[in-house]
């Protein structure tokens, strides 16, 4: 596809401009609370209330989305849903909302996960690493395009995500020093002092005329899974204490300093669960929790979990207040905007009023402003993935990686083991060695022909590093076992469903793993935990007391998604290299990529030990 192919995106955007900026400028006309009436200040003893609104606009997990763009189909984004992605969007609703407010009365925060996701965040951490420094005088490297469209769009805060420390402490340093807004975490700590190693929080005045400032506290909390899922970029560096902790510890500051609003931005969902296991003693998904138990919080901005929650109320258990939080899909795909409306009594400002609802930038036109600072950066990008590495020999596809063992999953596997053998000791080298990946993507296709980076890197789209971990043949099963209950329970002479087999007990793609070099079966019609069979190695059964080494990427070696027994397993091999440009250098060696190389079936679904395909 030729590199211009992103002109096609700026003219669909002109298309759908006409009819998206009138329905836009409607809708956020229609959102805003009411304009309070402003009465005159009275002095002496007059019954009269002055009341105020402003609204603070939240966006999270953006992911390095700037625009409508989709690197690894080289198209514009498209889901089964038609949302639309990127600030350059959100930046043109982030503009409707302060016109039909005013610029003074509208805040903007994000919730973390920023600097990681896309092929444009990738280049500016590790083919062109971000160098510049933001503001006059500043010398003229690389910026980040995060930092470019997030400086222009005003951000007043944003809170730090998991995925920031994914290319290490440094960068994340680096963007943060490109930002003309604090990078808040209350609960990111220097390891050896337990000071703050961010910024917690930044304090906001909303101008009221003939009146005191509105003090808005803003509270910024990240996710305690860092310390498993970065382990290698912040062990001994940064600890990760909980949000309810840390929480219990702030607001009250924010409330002293005389913060009549307090507002917190937290990477961190809303119901509870942790997908580490019992591997931390602090719960991944607590924002909820930090609503009901930590007393004097307005509302809460939600992130991480990539769901879109418009409006969600939690009732204080101390003092019985509701606080409203709202969580905003993910990549921009919307934008919530909370509306406050304040009295002001007895020489204070108090809140009166809370509601929150989330914004579709789907048919508004992209800010041109910042379509003129990132086009660039943007265009180099797509030239970028668009490059040949390599031909291959056949097309390899991941429609059907989810139940079958299918080419192009071994590819990941070959690549993942041929590295780790690379690096063992004499003695480990010894051992059998065996890798575990995950179906991350069903459209993921290698074509046959000219092989691009960006083929390569749709079928791996996490930046995850390698492992060589030692696990038992009875600690191997437990781990099969465990991915097996991915599968939904099919008895017998009952036909399988391909479209309702998976995803059983939430268990998404990205988190079924499958491994390669061992032989097994899948038995679906079993209950979960007694569905593996014929579990051998080289044609003889898996001894129970047999040592392996398992290639697994640092996600699940450090706990993701809860494997049992691999976060503790002993490191035979540990590497800063990643596993998608270990598959781009694979096939840029070899020039091509043969599935006779390396594809083989080494597992397979039955149910009661007849094959289901």
């Known amino acids: 596809m030729p590199v211009s192919n992103p002109m096609n995106r700026r003219e669909f955007v002109k298309k759908s401009a006409a009819t998206g900026a009138a329905v836009a400028a409607a809708s956020a006309v229609g959102t805003g609370t009411a304009e309070a009436a402003v009465e005159p200040a009275h002095h002496g003893h007059g019954h009269h209330h002055r009341t105020w609104s402003f609204s603070i606009l939240g966006t999270t997990d953006l992911h390095s989305h700037v625009f409508d763009w989709d690197y690894y189909t080289d ?114 700590l220097d390891a050896k002092t337990l000071r703050p190693a961010f910024a917690p929080y930044t304090v906001k005045r909303i101008r009221v005329p003939g009146a005191p400032d509105i003090k808005v506290g803003i509270l910024g909390l990240t996710n305690p899974g860092i310390a498993l899922w970065d382990k290698d970029n912040v062990g001994g560096k940064m600890v990760f204490p909980g949000l309810v902790e840390q929480a219990k510890k702030y607001v009250p500051r924010l409330r002293a300093l005389g913060c009549d609003v307090v507002f917190l931005t937290d990477h961190s969902g809303l119901d509870g669960s942790s997908s580490y296991g019992d591997e931390l003693p602090y719960i991944e998904n607590a924002s909820n929790l930090v609503a009901e138990k930590v007393p004097g919080i307005d509302a809460i901005l939600v992130g991480h979990t990539h769901v879109e929650v418009s409006s969600y109320t939690v009732k204080n258990e101390e003092t019985g207040k509701e606080v409203v939080l ?50 660039a950066d943007h265009e180099l990008v797509v030239k970028y993935v668009n490059t040949p590495v390599g031909t291959c020999t056949e097309d390899l596809s991941a429609a059907e990686s989810c139940w079958k063992d299918v080419p192009v999953m071994d590819f990941i596997q070959e ?88 995803n059983a007990n939430s268990f998404w793609d990205y988190m079924y793993d499958v491994a390669s070099g061992v032989d097994y079966e899948i038995d679906i019609a079993q209950p979960e935990g007694s569905r593996i069979k014929n579990l051998s190695y080289q044609g003889a059964p898996v001894a129970a007391d047999q040592v392996f080494v398992v290639a697994v990427n640092n996600y699940r070696a450090n706990g993701g998604s809860g494997y049992p027994h691999i976060a503790s397993a002993e490191i035979a091999y540990s590497s800063a290299n990643e596993i998608r440009q270990l598959m781009i250098d694979y096939v840029t060696e070899k020039k091509s990529l043969n599935p006779a190389d390396f594809a083989a079936v080494n597992w397979k679904l039955t149910q009661d030990g007849t094959p289901v395909f």
């Open 75 to 188: 198209a514009p984004y498209k889901d089964a849903k038609g949302n639309s992605v990127g600030v350059a969007r959100v930046a043109t609703l982030v503009k409707q909302q302060r016109e039909a407010k005013g610029e003074d009365r509208v805040l903007l925060v994000d919730a973390g996960d920023i600097i990681q996701g896309t092929s444009l965040a990738y280049y500016y951490a590790r083919v062109d690493p971000i160098t510049g420094t933001a503001g006059a005088g500043g010398h003229k490297g690389p910026m980040h395009p995060m930092a470019v469209a997030m400086n222009h769009m005003r951000y007043d805060a944003a809170a730090l995500g998991n995925h920031e420390f994914n290319y290490g402490i440094e960068l994340l340093r680096k963007f943060e020093s490109q930002c003309r807004f604090p990078l808040l975490g209350a609960n990111a």
């Open 326 to 375: 709202s969580e905003p899909y993910c990549y921009g795909m919307r934008l919530t905007v909370f509306d406050f409306d304040l009295e002001f009594e007895r020489g204070q400002w108090k809140v009166t009023k809370v509601a929150a609802q989330t914004l579709d930038p789907k048919g508004v036109d992209e800010d041109p402003e910042v379509v003129r600072l990132l086009d």
């Open 415 to 502: 690549v993942q083991m041929k590295e780790v053998a690379k690096g063992l000791s004499a003695a480990d080298a010894a051992l059998p060695l065996i890798s575990v990946a995950a179906p991350f993507s069903r459209t993921a296709d290698i074509p046959a022909g000219d092989v691009t980076i960006r083929d390569i890197a749709g079928l791996y789209v996490y930046d995850n590093t390698l492992y060589g971990k030692k696990l038992t043949g009875a600690q191997l099963k437990d781990y099969l076992e465990y991915a097996a209950k991915y599968y939904h329970q099919v008895p017998s002479g009952t036909k399988v469903d391909t479209a309702t087999l998976t």
